[in-house]
């Protein structure tokens, strides 16, 4: 029997870097590791506001399909904002529960550097600098055992590296049918490849 599957949590304001960092993650494992984008389930899916706090449903659905895809076989990847005010129980508890590895990232970035980051997006003209500071939060950890803060001063190559080898995922065999069975997947990668890191 395979083992269990790794869940990595990686959490930090708007602007901070998480989610280009959580997508490149996924690119380098490969085939076999979920990417769950909490804007994606809420904002896209769902078209939920933020701040309903108890009435919310995003919060349930987004750990429930992290669950779902963790049941199937996939790593997974949760990346969002995540605040704990909305999100701490339903984080914890699925945390807890999770028999495989789970490893826990929060972006601490300071409120002007998340700014200026956030400049240098495509879409800079649907989030202002109020809005984002109307959700900034400072430090707003979670309070799993072994949470890494990444900090400003890591850059981008240093948090993935980082992400890649403390969640183990830079070691760890995909389980899932697409890299394990797919004739496609078998000629692209060379023998005795774990997973895609290009």
Known sequence: MSEPPTLVIIRGNSGSGKTTTAREVRRRYGRGCALIEQD??????????????????????????????????YHVILEGILHTGEHATHLRHLAESHPGPVRCFYFDIPFEETLRRHRTKLDVARVTADMMRDWYTKRDLLGLPG????????????????????????????????????????????????????
């Open 147 to 198: 949470e890494t803060v990444i900090s400003q001063e890591a850059s981008f190559e240093q948090a993935v590296a980082t992400i890649l080898h403390d969640s183990g995922l830079s070691r760890t065999a995909p389980t899932t049918p697409c890299p394990t069975h797919c004739l496609r997947c078998r000629r692209r990668r060379p023998a005795g490849a774990q997973s895609s890191t290009v």
């Open 40 to 73: 994606q389930l809420r904002r896209v899916l769902l078209r939920e506001h933020g701040g309903l706090g108890d009435a919310a449903i995003a919060p349930g659905f987004i750990t429930a399909t992290t669950r779902a895809a963790l049941d199937s076989g």
